[in-house]
């Protein structure tokens, strides 16, 4: 048990900074490019706070069905789920923070492209997704102030739900919006084709299938953990 005590801690330790070290890698291999709205300092901490935002809302989308469908009330508790509420409404604002930030050096630094980068992701052809995106990361996570709307279960189990499909829009917005780029012989609109689409159903349903695999054959507990 000694062992098994201090492997735990061990792994858990290393598993934290690898969501940093992972996410900040990924967001720099953007920043390092030169096309505007890409070119910026602040990816890696917006890209670290957005996974540990888009986890949490995830992990609680699954947890509130498996907690029914399990009974496991007495173990995932509201006090649980609450506090999971106050870490998504906190790493909600600092997106949101980071959003606002973008919009604020593009006007700052003068650089024309990336003004133009950002008034069209945001008044053009693509508004409805930049909206959408804001939406569901910044506004819908101040319900969490409400400490009744915290302990909610269909309240906290819809908001995860608009913070999955924010999180889903705002990797849309970084990549899709750039269609408008120096050339304007290559300006388009994207139509995501059945393909797309196919794709996308797909990527859910391998998701969903690994996960209920999980549930069948692995203890969703420890047994330690309950003991």
């Known amino acids: 048990w000694k062992h098994y005590e201090m492997a735990y801690l061990i792994l858990a330790g290393i ?12 967001s720099t291999d953007f920043a390092t490019s030169i096309l505007p709205g890409w070119h910026t300092t602040i990816f890696p901490p ?12 995830m992990v ?8 029914k469908i399990y009974k496991l009330e ?17 790493t909600g604002m600092m997106v949101g923070y980071a959003y606002s930030c973008e919009f604020f050096i593009a006007w700052y630094s003068g650089n024309a492209f ?11 052809p693509y508004w409805w997704s930049y909206f959408s995106m804001i939406f569901c990361n910044v506004v819908v996570p101040q319900i969490f102030w409400v400490k009744k709307f915290r302990r909610s279960i269909p309240i906290m189990f819809v908001a995860s739900l608009f913070i999955n499909v924010g999180m889903w829009f705002e ?17 388009d609109y994207y139509r995501p084709t059945q393909w797309d ?13 690994l996960f209920l695999l999980f549930l069948r054959f692995l203890p969703m507990i420890a047994m330690a953990e309950i003991k």
């Open 171 to 187: 990797r849309f917005v970084i990549i899709v919006t750039l269609s408008r780029d120096y050339l304007p012989s290559s300006w």
């Open 46 to 57: 917006y890209f670290v706070a957005g996974a540990i935002f888009s986890g949490f809302a």
């Open 197 to 209: 689409w196919f794709t996308l159903l797909g990527s859910f349903g391998l998701f969903f299938t």
């Open 60 to 67: 609680m989308t699954l947890a509130i069905v498996a907690r």
């Open 15 to 26: 598993s934290t900074p690898l969501v940093l070290s992972v996410h900040s890698i990924v």
């Open 114 to 124: 990336e003004r133009f980068a950002f008034s069209n992701r945001a008044f053009g």
């Open 74 to 90: 007495n173990i995932i508790t509201l006090y649980h789920l609450e506090n999971m509420n106050k870490i998504m409404m906190v």
